[in-house]
């Protein structure tokens, strides 16, 4: 069970307690629709909900809870922030070029050329 | 209700909130239906994770969370490039 | 100068991380931080990374505004497409002709599309300055034209060329 310190402020609680609940929800949120949408480029959205604002208010609330309880600032937070900003955007973009090209090599019709690729071939890509 | 009950309530609950988000993603990674939709989750699956771990630092008031936190938001990244570079040619390392 | 210090603001930011990483601003800390900032930046020198010229860096500070507002936005629109029951995601891919030719900009530019839910950069198409997108909520094509055309490439053009 969670000990809380005597001295901690009944603001910073609350705050804590709503960013730490808006911060799951979206990322929970997120999931949701990892699972709910029917094809995979739909499917790429939602799951930045988690690792834009889902991933930020965990943080921020860590640090403001942090800050409160050891009475110094605690910002090294803001390292996990950088790194998920710059990395997160990267690796979907790897990941979306090449699902465009195995889905463009399989012969998908409904999705649009990448320009520095040869013609498709018609036979079906396995798994 | 004092603010440090809510407090600890709202912990747990988002605990469990991120523990159905993980439980979501792992569905979804198992149950495909192609390659690039198990790596869509795999990326989901750790960014929850890491959330999760984050609030575990918050429940505990221990620091040490935090670099367990680190460690995954850096090698999360390495392994979902190298597995959509493995996706694109057939190998990860051209 | 140049020659010790490639890239300075690398090494600034080198020296900012080990000491976040640390917690710390003890004078040791800030000589082993700032050898990590100039073996660094030498490390990253070998590679001859173009440097990038900022024309206006406050502009900067109101893109990264732009960014956040568009962020908390987003999250909260497509947070609503998935919870609405029944509710089909048109999406769709997107063309959009840009006149932006800075790597810089452009790497900016994908970053910033990317992390906004419900836009994806896909690819670029340098020679014909074609940008492909994949839009979750894709209702009226030029309402996303104009939002990267006037909201954010003015505003990169006005701060790289």
Not at chain 1, 28 to 39: E, H, P, V
Not at chain 2, 4 to 33: C, K, N
Request: charged share 15%; aromatic share 8%.
């Amino acid at each position: 069970m969670m000990s809380i310190p005597g001295d901690l402020p009944a603001w910073v609680a609350i705050l804590v307690s709503v960013l730490v609940l808006f911060g799951s929800g979206l990322t929970l949120i997120g999931t949701l629709g990892l699972l709910r949408l029917d094809n995979f480029y739909a499917r790429v959205h939602p799951p930045t909900l988690g690792s834009t604002l889902g991933v930020g208010c965990v943080l921020l609330a860590s640090m403001a809870y942090f800050t409160a309880v050891e009475s110094r600032p605690v910002v090294h937070e803001v390292l996990i922030a950088i790194f998920v900003t710059i990395t997160t955007p990267v690796g979907l973009m790897l990941l979306v070029s090449a699902a465009l090209r195995r889905d463009w090599t399989a012969g998908d019709p409904s999705v649009p050329l990448p320009p520095d690729l040869p013609k498709p071939k018609a036979k079906p890509e396995k798994q | 209700m004092s603010a440090g009950t809510i407090l600890v309530w709202s912990v747990t609950v988002a605990e469990i909130a991120l523990v159905i988000a993980m439980a979501l993603a792992a569905y979804r990674m198992l149950r495909g239906p192609r390659a690039q939709d198990r790596v869509l989750a795999l990326d989901a699956f750790y960014i929850a994770g890491m959330s999760l771990i984050l609030t575990f630092g918050i429940e505990t008031g221990e620091t040490v969370y935090f670099e367990a936190a680190l460690v995954i938001s850096l090698l999360g990244f390495v392994a979902t490039a190298a597995l959509a570079k493995f996706l694109m040619r057939g190998e990860p390392i051209e | 100068m140049t020659r010790v210090l490639p890239y300075p603001f690398l090494s600034l930011f080198l020296l900012a991380m080990w000491l976040l990483l640390n917690q710390s601003v003890s004078p040791g800390h800030i000589v082993l931080g700032s050898l990590i900032g100039v073996v660094g930046s030498l490390a990253i020198s070998t590679l001859q990374v173009p440097t990038a010229r900022v024309r206006r860096p406050l502009a900067l500070f109101r893109l990264a505004v732009i960014v956040l507002t568009d962020i908390i936005r987003s999250n909260i629109a497509v947070a609503k497409i998935v919870l609405t029951p029944g509710r089909k995601a048109n999406s769709g891919f997107l063309t959009v002709q840009l006149d932006l030719r800075n790597e810089y900009a452009l790497a900016i530019l994908s970053c910033m599309l990317t992390s906004t839910p419900g836009t994806v950069w896909v690819n670029f198409d340098s020679a014909k300055g074609e940008l492909l997108l994949h839009v979750l909520d894709l209702v009226d094509e030029q309402v996303w034209v104009d939002l990267i055309k006037n909201r954010y490439e003015r505003l990169l053009m006005e701060i790289f060329e």
